[in-house]
T-cell receptor, first 112, second 115 residues
């Protein structure tokens, strides 16, 4: 069985500060891992994905995530937060591509 | 080009009624997924189509839920005898070929409210 745990349902950072959103996964096979962003009243948009190539994955809008098998983690980071980064972020895992399991989400607030 | 569209954007119905939710995927995408997102939760997988057939329907919560994709493009999610617990945002996503490495493109969702 697969699952995703996102630690921290709400994260607040100051504009210009480091963004760190945590995701731990459980999977019995090598997983595919994803981060999605959901802006208010919009659909989910893919930020980045890990598909067993490089462990450090770069995505859109300056975000990146590192796959750490030993820690079963796929944390999302951005060096400097912008006001426009305020949104809901979801981590997801899949093995076969038939089913995708999403975490409960982390709401990011950026304080000016 | 056009993204994934879903209609209606909002649907209010009464307990016990039947509803249909429609998804228009990106043209040429063979894979289509339905999810349900309850308040404060992440999307929950319901069903996955590859072409016209349901490749995986293990996420459908019970037999009141059914989905079709007769021509391999538009899909309809059907809910019979709606219950208040069915209230949620229903999301549709499509990808070019299916498979975990393919990017899923999500629609804006249909917000279903069962009174």
């Amino acid at each position: 069985a697969q699952s995703v745990t996102q630690l921290g349902s709400h994260v607040s950072v100051s504009e210009g500060a480091l963004v760190l959103l945590r995701c731990n996964y459980s999977s019995s096979v090598p997983p595919y891992l994803f981060w999605y962003v959901q802006y208010p009243n919009q659909g989910l948009q893919l930020l980045l994905k890990y598909t067993s190539a490089a462990t450090l994955v770069k995505g859109i809008n300056g975000f990146e995530a590192e796959f750490k098998k030993s820690e079963t983690s796929f944390h999302l980071t951005k060096p400097s937060a912008h006001m426009s980064d305020a949104a809901e972020y979801f981590c997801a895992v899949s093995d076969t591509g038939n089913q995708f399991y999403f975490g409960t989400g982390t709401s990011l607030t950026v304080i000016p | 080009g056009a993204g994934v569209s879903q209609t209606p954007s909002n649907k209010v119905t009464e307990k016990g009624k039947y509803v249909e939710l429609r998804c228009d995927p990106i043209s040429g995408h063979t894979a289509l997924y339905w999810y349900r997102q309850s308040l404060g939760q992440g999307p929950e997988f319901l069903i996955y189509f590859q072409g016209t057939g349901a490749a995986d329907d293990s996420g459908l919560p019970n037999d009141r839920f059914f989905a079709v994709r007769p021509e391999g493009s538009v899909s309809t999610l059907k809910i019979q005898r709606t219950e208040r617990g069915d209230s949620a945002v229903y999301l549709c996503a499509s990808s070019l070929g299916g498979g975990a490495s393919d990017t899923q493109y999500f629609g804006p969702g249909t917000r279903l409210t069962v009174l």
